[in-house]
């Protein structure tokens, strides 16, 4: 709770609650987003019930129905913001914590699977040149996507053929998902596509001049949110369309990176793949090659990509540039992109 913050009026309906709960804390505009949509989903399915009215029934009644009409995940979100709403309400004195008692809602393991080269040729078809940039770092680096949107040009070690995920302190702190470091290394196809969007004004790989600039100037004046920080570039509109243009939304694009620990795992080992994926244990990436066996899966070679795997893109060869960087292999992004 905010301490500095003071409620003056007791609440003692359920929507007077909510707003006591939304004074007493300082979310992210996305996290505040996520808590009022089933704040309202509530009221507009059990009503806007005195606290005293509201018993351990009424909590039941709405899990079952959350039950029926949502996937496990969203009922977890909505369990999450309405027990968390009352268990805060307890510990002011103001109402019982109806949901004490009550089962979360089971969210089953997420089952990763891998793209094939067939699915990856039609992301492509249809990927604006700059979400495809995104994509290879995602399945030829195993990138994750807060990963990939705050990547730097500094960490890009050219001779070495790595990239170095690393935490930052400016224009404002970040650190990956297991705050370590790691490198990652880079195949022919991904450096190339890298040598060619090179950006001037901007250290960051998918922020031009202007939108950084902004970025920064909106975070010194308190106007960037909380998902800003953590996605500097939102994409999530664009895959989400390019998912259900391609006929893919079964997949995610965490899939992507899925896909690449998985071939690092065949091609490498497990413990190498631990290393470059950033896991915190082997259990975790061995599973990646137990389901991949187990689903018998078709993968595409993530490590080492080549003009023949993504043929069926139609894109044509890179051929402008410095002659030391022309290739037969066909370039992700065009020699005319920018970002």
């Known amino acids: ?48 019930l005195p606290l005293v009215e509201i018993t351990p029934a009424h909590v039941h009644a709405y899990l079952s129905f959350l039950a029926d009409k949502y996937a496990p995940k969203s009922q977890e979100s909505a369990f ?8 805060w309400g307890k510990a002011q004195g103001f109402c019982e914590n109806v949901f004490d008692g009550a089962s979360k809602p089971r969210v089953p393991k997420c089952d990763h699977s891998v793209y094939s080269d067939e699915e990856l040729a039609r992301l492509f078809n249809y990927a604006s040149p700059k979400l495809r940039a995104a994509i290879v770092l995602a399945y030829a680096a195993g990138l994750r996507k807060a990963e990939i949107t705050n990547m730097r040009w500094a960490q890009v070690d050219w001779n070495r053929k790595e990239i170095v995920i690393t935490p930052r302190k400016d224009p404002w702190p970040w650190t990956p998902k297991t705050y370590e470091c790691r490198r990652v290394p880079m195949n022919e196809d991904l450096t190339l596509n890298l040598n060619q ?32 920080k953590d996605y500097l570039w939102d994409f999530r509109a664009q895959w989400t369309w390019l998912r259900a243009k391609t006929g893919l939304s079964h997949k995610t694009f965490h899939d992507l990176r899925a ?16 290393i470059w994926a950033g896991h915190n244990n082997l259990a975790t990436t061995q599973a990646y090659i137990s389901k991949s066996k187990a689903a018998g899966q078709n993968r595409p070679n993530a490590n ?17 540039g410095p002659p030391n960087q022309r290739s037969t292999k066909l370039s992700y992004a065009p020699n005319n992109y920018s970002i």
């Open 80 to 87: 999450k913001t309405l027990s968390g709403m009352f268990r």
């Open 259 to 274: 896909t690449a620990i998985t071939q690092w795992c065949l091609d490498n080992g497990a413990l190498t793949a631990m």
């Open 1 to 48: 709770m905010n301490p500095e913050i003071i409620i003056h009026t007791r609440p003692t309906t359920f929507l007077e609650l909510w707003e006591a709960h939304r004074q007493g804390h300082r979310w992210t505009m996305s996290t505040f987003k996520g808590h009022l949509q089933w704040i309202n989903h509530w009221v507009k399915n059990m009503g806007n």
């Open 197 to 228: 969007i090179r950006p001037s004004g901007s250290p960051f790989v998918f922020l031009d001049e202007e939108l950084y600039k902004k970025r920064v100037s909106d975070y010194r004046t308190g106007i960037i949110s909380g998902h800003l």
């Open 304 to 320: 080492t990509i080549s003009g023949a795997t993504i043929g069926a893109t139609g894109f044509a060869p890179a051929a402008s």
